[in-house]
């Protein structure tokens, strides 16, 4: 079950890789509004038709128009993903209206969210949710629009759940989000059992379950605004303390005095808070030194980090690109770090630049970058950590998929620290086999899959003489792997292949990359 699952997990993100987030979010969000459309006609959903048409059009013209005047003021580049996000996401939070009031309460609302962006902000990036502020601040205030959560209703119960799945699958997130949702019925259904006792009244468990999941905003907070990763904490047991505080302030909404209660938006915002005490981090410069292949197909980029940037071996970064007609995947991708903690300020990324005939606006991009160039990484994320104990490891590279071991065999050289380390590092030749040399200095055990063999091999480096590495393979070269940590970094197809194998290791973590 485990094997299956797992490899499910990786072929899915396979697919899902070839689009960026905002994308993604997008097309979701607007299928889940078009949606919404048709069964307005049928009386499903709260909104009438009309409503629902006219309320949309303000939310996405006021934060489009806000959006792309501050971020022309700020020689930022203008991204319309962002600002129909942020609309569609109030359209299905907010109530909607054809009144002069409702509409101006909407447009109040959707400015504030966008200004929010920037003026609630730590080095660039925002603090709270931005559809969250919005709607708390018109709610709190009553000027003119209120948070209704009509999307909370069992018309849409399963549109939400299938579509927030697929955005929950493509971030990683399935897990933190189903803490949020455990513990925001469990605590909705405590709450209503509470106050039917108060109340001298009956009290149908399955009835307060059905309420908690099927008529309530839960799938679509979680989903789609606790999920967001600009707000989120770096470290996965830091997300599950945000979802839990968050789930627990949905579920049993306190009052502030007879003003207004932590319920559902505001709730969030509490989170979001948590999330940045976690981590205070920042968007951090990186002023590009040079470039060199390391591979006939493989580029390394060294940078100079301007600010505080902190990471750890193993985690990866953000870097942001600006572009003329960004492709489908925007201006953002995730690089793992080549480099060790100890290196900085000096800080490496590489990525694979060959063999694509029609390569990506923002692969264009990068590879049109000089030396002096600054970019922006907007944050350090991932759970791609070794173990504090001394257990051995089983490290699994597919290609540029070394970088991140590169990272932490390097720091763990740096700190004259020494652990039981196997890596088996895969490539399609031996040319293409990056980071040698600082691999080598490290005394790591290296088990080589290539078609050739490759020339001159350290001594504690075999070659598994072009074995094909499937599950069996992995386990013929590591048949310890039921004692080891095994850790394995390539695309997703691959670590599906070698599940059965992985799954009898001690524990697993995973990091799929699915290209640029």
Do not use: C
Request: zero cysteines.
């Amino acid at each position: 079950m485990i094997t299956s699952f797992t490899a499910a997990r990786q072929r899915v993100l396979a697919v899902l890789g070839g689009i960026s987030m905002y994308r993604l979010v997008l097309f979701s969000l607007l299928t889940l509004a078009a949606l919404a459309l048709v069964l307005s006609f049928f009386d499903l959903v709260a909104p009438d038709p009309l409503a629902l048409v006219a309320s949309f059009g303000v939310l996405a013209v006021v934060i489009s128009v806000v959006d792309a005047v501050v971020q022309r003021l700020l020689r930022l580049p203008w991204r319309i993903e962002s600002s129909l996000v942020t609309a569609l996401i109030l359209l299905f939070v907010l109530q909607s209206g054809l009144t002069p009031a409702a509409l101006g309460g909407l447009a109040l609302a959707g400015a504030l969210a966008s200004i929010s962006k920037y003026v609630i902000a730590w080095r660039g990036r925002h603090i709270l949710n931005p559809a969250a502020f919005g709607a708390a601040v018109v709610t709190i205030a009553g000027l003119g629009t209120f948070s209704a959560w009509w999307v909370g209703t069992p018309a849409l119960a399963v549109p939400v759940l299938l579509l927030g799945l697929v955005v929950l699958w493509r971030t990683e997130k399935v897990r933190v989000i189903l803490v949020f949702l455990l513990i925001a019925v469990g605590v909705s259904v405590v709450r209503q059992s509470i106050l039917a006792q108060q109340n001298a009244l009956d009290f149908d468990a399955l009835q307060a379950l059905s309420l908690a999941v099927l008529q309530s905003p839960y799938l679509f907070l979680g989903a789609f605004m606790l999920s967001e990763p600009l707000t989120m904490p770096p470290r996965r047991w830091q997300q599950f303390s945000v979802a839990a505080l968050v789930g627990v302030l949905a579920g049993w909404p306190i009052m502030i005095g007879d003003l207004f209660s932590l319920g559902q938006e505001r709730a969030l915002l509490v989170g979001n808070l948590l999330a940045f005490a976690f981590a205070v981090r920042g968007s951090v410069r990186l002023t590009l030194e040079k470039r060199e292949f390391v591979t006939p197909t493989a580029q390394e980029l060294t940078f100079r980090a301007r600010g505080r940037l902190k990471f750890l071996p193993g985690q990866y970064l953000e870097l942001d690109v600006p572009h003329r007609r960004p492709d489908a995947r925007g201006t953002r991708r995730e690089f793992s770090i080549v480099s060790a903690p100890g290196d900085l300020p000096t800080l490496r990324i590489a990525y694979k630049d060959g063999g694509q005939k029609h390569p990506s606006s923002y692969k264009r991009a990068l590879a049109a970058a000089e030396p002096g160039a600054t970019l922006a990484v907007t944050g350090t994320w991932g759970d791609f950590i070794l173990p504090r104990s001394e257990a051995p490891v089983l490290m699994v590279a597919a290609g540029i998929g070394v970088t991140p071991f590169v990272s932490q065999l390097r720091q763990l050289q740096l700190s004259g620290l020494t652990r039981d380390v196997v890596l088996v590092y895969v490539a399609s030749e031996a040319s293409e086999l990056a980071f040698r040399d600082e691999l080598a200095a490290t005394g790591a055990r290296v088990i080589v899959f290539t078609r050739d063999q490759p020339a001159d091999l350290p001594a504690h480096w075999s070659w598994a003489r072009g074995v094909r590495l499937d599950a069996e393979g992995l386990e013929r070269v590591v048949p310890d792997i039921g004692s080891r940590h095994a850790y394995i970094s390539g695309p997703p197809r691959l670590i599906a292949d070698l599940a059965p194998a992985l799954q009898k290791a001690h524990s697993l973590t995973t990091d799929a990359f699915a290209g640029y």
